[in-house]
């Protein structure tokens, strides 16, 4: 039941494809088992990023 899913490695940029981020761009910071963890953009009032977990079904790779 091995699905053929590429995944991302650490520094990729992603295209997010569905959830409530779909659409948007970002950059892996770290990659999982089943997700990556990705960081979308910052945060200028707090000045910290904003990052989200991400399925390995649920990107595609930017070129």
């Known amino acids: 039941m091995a699905e053929d899913v590429k995944k ?15 659409g948007k761009k970002g950059k892996v910071l770290i990659v999982r088992e089943n997700s990556v963890i990705v960081e979308l953009g910052r945060n200028e009032v707090r000045d910290e990023p904003i990052k989200t977990v991400i399925n390995h079904k ?6």
């Open 58 to 63: 649920n990107y595609k790779l930017e070129k």
């Open 8 to 22: 991302a490695t650490e520094g990729d940029m992603i295209q997010i494809t569905n959830g409530d981020n779909k």
